[in-house]
């Protein structure tokens, strides 16, 4: 399989609920492959630093504090379009509005517990990327 990679996490309620199967067989459904994955227990630090972006909005600290509360599964994903094709299978961030089908329609819990992050430009998921693995534990 071609095409570029983009970055993903499986989200602590997912992982609580034994999810993590079956949120990577919506992924590689889609058209997307696995080329590295690892789980771990994100620390404030990490979390914060990865969600910098989002630190003056309203719900920063409980989102912290959600992706700190139990494992994730980190991983980066390749395939045609791969930032796309994953935002577009994921569905939107409320799972009130995602599409059916899509992960967050039939798995999230709610806005914030929604099972899985998907990088938003393939200038940040290389960045995201690079935030939490080295080029030789990917492997295309
Ligand atoms: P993500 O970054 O996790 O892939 O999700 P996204 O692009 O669809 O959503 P974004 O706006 O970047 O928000 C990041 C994450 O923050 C939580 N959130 N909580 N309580 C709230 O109103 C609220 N809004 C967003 C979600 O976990 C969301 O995925
Ligand atoms: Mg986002």
Do not use: W
Request: charged share 25%; net charge negative.
């Amino acid at each position: 399989m071609a095409g570029n990679r983009t970055f993903s996490i499986i989200k602590p309620d997912a992982t609580r609920r034994n999810l993590t199967g079956a949120v990577t067989k919506k992924l590689e459904d889609a058209g997307l492959r696995v080329i590295a994955s690892k789980r771990i227990h994100m620390t404030r630090e990490q979390a914060e630093g990865f969600y910098a972006v989002h630190k003056e909005r309203p719900f920063f600290g409980e989102l912290v504090d959600f992706m700190t509360s139990g494992p994730c599964v980190v991983q980066v994903l390749e395939g045609e379009n791969a930032m796309q094709r994953n935002r577009d299978i994921m569905g939107a961030t409320n799972p009130a509005e995602a599409a059916p089908g899509t992960i967050r329609a039939e798995f999230a819990e709610s806005i914030e517990a929604n099972s899985v992050h998907g990088s938003d430009s393939d200038e940040n998921a290389e960045i995201e990327i690079a935030h939490f693995f080295t080029e030789d534990e990917i492997v295309g």
